[in-house]
């Protein structure tokens, strides 16, 4: 059989094939630790797996679908294929920007102020609780000011002067403040009263996607040694906390920020929180 002519007969099948094929190598260069180079918080080679892994789950077919269905679905998933084919190019452009530190330390700043936005949001949701409720908030979230303003600052210094000590630092006052918003998530959902308790998780993830943005960017231009020890500082896992986050507000406010679609955003997202639990986070 004519391979070229199989392929243009049956490109689904042979899309599928391809896109299989990408992730297994995917897999097996993870496995030998080969990454092809950095993809924002991630790698290369992770990035191809992920996006593989998407495109299979766009080419399955319904068991149910007839012959002529399936002949008329065909063209509608060639051109949605080629759609996200495109999503893919442009995908890892806002992350990439972050492979050198003084882009990374620009792409910190331009998050302060929505981070600065979300604290305040913070401050005054203690006023939307019931009375009862308002006092475990109020002590879960007490410290973010102060993180908000240090890492800040931080950013701005590592900006001016983007040396090994100031990164050191950067890197010890995130996961500092992504540990605060991780426990002030545990304690929030201890809320029994369930407008509360929406009220409370949803400024706290607010903060919490910013900082994990954060983390991420920082991640993507720390060895492998910082961030292990980065990793070994969390006592409070990404996994405990993922229950009470809301990935599609993440992807909303990740979309914003780089003035993005929500389907590249989502992948965004989904590989970063990929990226910090291989990490250790």
């Not at 509608?76 to 190019?89: K, M, N, Q, S, T």
């Not at 990164?167 to 918003?181: G, R």
């Not at 231009?221 to 990404?238: D, F, G, Q, T, Y």
Request: overall charge negative; some cysteine.
């Amino acid at each position: 059989m004519n391979p070229i002519s199989n392929i243009w007969n049956h490109p689904r099948t042979s899309a599928a094939g391809l896109l299989i094929a990408v992730v297994t190598v995917a897999g097996v260069l993870t496995q030998q630790g080969v990454t092809l180079g950095k993809a924002g918080a991630g790698t290369v080679v992770t990035l191809a797996s992920a996006v593989g892994t998407a495109l299979l789950g766009l080419l399955a077919r319904d068991p149910g679908e007839t012959a002529r269905e399936r002949r008329a679905q065909s063209a509608a998933d060639a051109a949605r294929l080629g759609v996200w084919l495109l999503i893919v190019l442009l995908l890892p452009l806002p992350w990439i920007e972050g492979c050198g530190g003084t882009a990374v330390a620009q792409d910190i700043v331009n998050w302060t102020p929505a981070l600065e936005s979300a604290v305040a949001t913070v401050d005054s949701t203690a006023a939307l609780l019931a009375p009862a409720d308002a006092p475990l908030f109020t002590a879960a979230t007490t410290g973010f000011d102060a993180a908000s303003n240090l890492l800040a600052a931080q950013a701005r210094a590592y900006l001016a002067n983007p040396g090994a000590g100031a990164l050191a630092t950067l890197q010890t006052q995130v996961v500092t403040f992504e540990q605060q918003v991780n426990a002030a998530l545990l304690q929030a959902a201890k809320i029994v009263n369930p407008a509360s308790q929406q009220h409370a998780l949803a400024a706290i993830q607010a903060v919490g996607t910013i900082v994990s943005a954060i983390l991420a960017l920082v991640q993507s231009i720390s060895s492998k040694s910082a961030v292990a020890r980065m990793a070994a500082e969390s006592s409070i896992k990404l996994a405990a906390v993922q229950p009470y986050f809301d990935d599609a507000r993440s992807a909303e406010m990740v979309a914003a920020h780089y003035g993005e679609s929500l389907a590249p955003a989502r992948m965004q997202v989904a590989q970063a929180e990929r990226q910090a639990i291989e990490a250790g986070f």
